[in-house]
């Protein structure tokens, strides 16, 4: 099969069941790798209030956690559930642990990572928080690094939601 969008992909949401993306088709995704313990961290709030703030126009914040920087997300996915929603009050989608990088990376996160490269070509994700940001078109329209803060990626956010 080829890969033509993201709505080709499911992963499992953070409480086991499966998540097809095609159910998301039309939606703008903000795609996130987390971790519960980096200084990146404190993110969620940002991540959480771009979510707040845009989703009844069509933005779908996502969010991955991955133990492959620096071990900063060790717990299971209950763990890092509750974590996320007791101290940052997330309440948008979380899935699964996932590797993003390397032979177990997610079948996802390879896609995201070869239609974005990032800086000077590097496919690899580099750290936690790194963010992408598809359109309704279910195709990826920028790559964000972890140090890109939620809210200096709403004005792509605001111009993905009217395309």
Request: glycine share 10%; charged share 20%; aromatic share 10%.
């Amino acid at each position: 099969m080829t890969t033509s969008s993201i709505y080709d992909f499911e992963a499992l949401s953070i409480d086991g069941q499966p998540a097809h993306l095609s159910t998301q088709r039309g939606k703008v995704l903000l795609i996130v790798n987390t971790a519960s313990a980096c200084g990146f961290t404190p993110q969620f709030g940002g991540l959480e209030a771009l979510w707040r703030k845009y989703r009844d126009q069509g933005l779908v914040v996502v969010g991955f956690p991955s133990n492959e920087f620096g071990a900063q997300d060790p717990g299971s996915n209950d763990e890092i559930s509750s974590f996320c929603e007791l101290n940052f009050g997330v309440s948008f989608p979380m899935m699964a642990k996932v590797e993003v990088n390397g032979a177990e990376a997610h079948p996802l996160w390879q896609w995201l990572k070869a239609q974005a490269p990032g800086l000077l070509g590097s496919k690899a994700v580099k750290w936690n928080f790194t963010k992408f940001l598809v359109g309704r078109d279910g195709q990826v329209r920028k790559r964000y690094a972890p140090t890109d803060t939620p809210e200096s990626l709403e004005a792509d956010i605001v111009e993905a939601l009217k395309a």
